[in-house]
C-alpha cells in the first residue's frame, strides 16, 4: 500500500471534519492502528483542527440568557389538571417561505465557516510540514558537519597518540641544534629514532626570520655526506612536530640558509645550526 498516496487523498481530512461514512470511518481507524504515519497525521489534523476551533470560538451575547428567562415566563403554563383548548394557528405562507429562506442562508454560512476552517487547517498543516521538514534537512547538516568534525578529531588523537609514541621510544633521541657564527643565537631540535629512521623537527624553531626569497633547509649528515631532509617552511607547518623523510645511519643534522625552494647541496658558509646525533 502507498502511505504518502493515502495520505494525500484527502479521507483524512474528512474524517476529523466528520464527513465520511461508516465504512470509511472504520478503515481510517484500522489504518491508524497499522500505520504510524497515518496515526501521526490524523493526530497532527485534529490538532489543527481543535486549535481552529478554539481561535474561532465565540460565547453568546451576555443578553441571550435573560430574554430566554423573560421568554419563558411571559409564556402561559398549562395549570396541572386544567384542559385547555387547543388553538388551530394558521402558518403564515409568507412567513414560512422567509423560514427556509433563513435556513438556506444559515446552511451557506456554516458551509462556508466549513470550508473557510478546512482550508485553514490544511494551510497551516503544510506550513507545519515544511517547517518540521526544514528542521530535518538542518539537523541531518549538522548531523553530518558533527560527524566530519569527530572524524577530523579522531584522526587528530590518533596522530598525537602516534607521536607520543615515538617520543617515549627507547631508540628515539633528542638532538640540539646549535647556532654557528653565521647564527649564534638560532637554535632547533630534531628527534630522530635510529631503530625506525623517523625523524620529526620541532614545529617552532628558535630562528631568525628569512626574507621571502629564501629558506631554511635541513640536511642529515650520512657517512659524512650531507642528505637533503626537505625545506621548513615560512609559516609553521604543524602543530607540535613537523614529520620529516625518514633517514638511516645519520651521524649529524644541520640548517642552511638556501633560496627559497631549496638547494641540492648545502651553502656551507650559511650554515645556521648544527648537531651531533
Not at 121 to 131: A, D, F, R, T
Not at 227 to 250: I, K, Q, R
Amino acid at each position: 500500500m502507498d502511505i504518502k498516496e493515502y495520505i494525500s487523498s484527502g479521507i483524512l481530512e474528512n474524517y476529523v471534519l466528520g464527513n465520511v461514512s461508516k465504512q470509511e470511518q472504520q478503515e481510517v481507524e484500522c489504518m491508524s492502528h497499522i500505520y504510524p504515519e497515518i496515526k501521526s497525521e490524523l493526530e497532527q489534523l485534529q490538532s489543527v483542527i481543535e486549535s481552529m476551533a478554539i481561535k474561532l470560538e465565540k460565547n453568546p451575547p451576555s443578553h441571550l440568557k435573560s430574554k430566554i428567562l423573560t421568554a419563558i415566563k411571559n409564556e402561559k403554563q398549562e395549570v396541572l389538571g386544567q384542559k385547555t383548548e387547543a388553538k388551530v394557528v394558521a402558518i403564515d405562507s409568507s412567513g414560512n417561505s422567509k423560514l427556509w429562506k433563513y435556513m438556506a442562508a444559515a446552511s451557506v454560512v456554516i458551509t462556508i465557516g466549513f470550508a473557510y476552517l478546512f482550508y485553514t487547517s490544511n494551510s497551516e498543516l503544510k506550513s507545519v510540514k515544511s517547517q518540521l521538514s526544514d528542521m530535518s534537512t538542518e539537523m541531518n547538516e549538522n548531523k553530518s558537519n558533527f560527524e566530519t568534525e569527530l572524524d577530523a578529531l579522531s584522526q587528530k588523537v590518533e596522530k598525537k597518540k602516534e607521536l607520543l609514541a615515538f617520543l617515549q621510544h627507547s631508540a628515539t633521541k633528542k638532538i640540539v641544534l646549535k647556532g654557528t657564527d653565521f647564527q649564534p643565537t638560532s637554535t632547533c631540535i630534531v628527534y630522530f629514532n635510529e631503530s625506525t629512521s623517523k625523524v620529526f623537527l620541532d614545529a617552532s624553531p628558535q630562528m631568525e626570520k628569512l626574507p621571502q626569497d629564501k629558506q631554511y633547509q635541513l640536511w642529515a649528515i650520512v657517512d659524512g655526506k650531507p642528505v637533503d631532509m626537505g625545506m621548513l617552511t615560512h609559516d609553521e607547518p604543524c602543530e607540535d612536530l613537523c614529520p620529516m623523510p625518514d633517514v638511516s645511519n645519520a651521524q649529524a643534522f644541520a640548517i642552511t640558509v638556501e633560496k627559497a625552494g631549496g638547494s641540492p647541496t648545502p651553502s656551507l658558509d650559511k650554515l645556521a645550526v648544527i648537531g651531533n646525533v
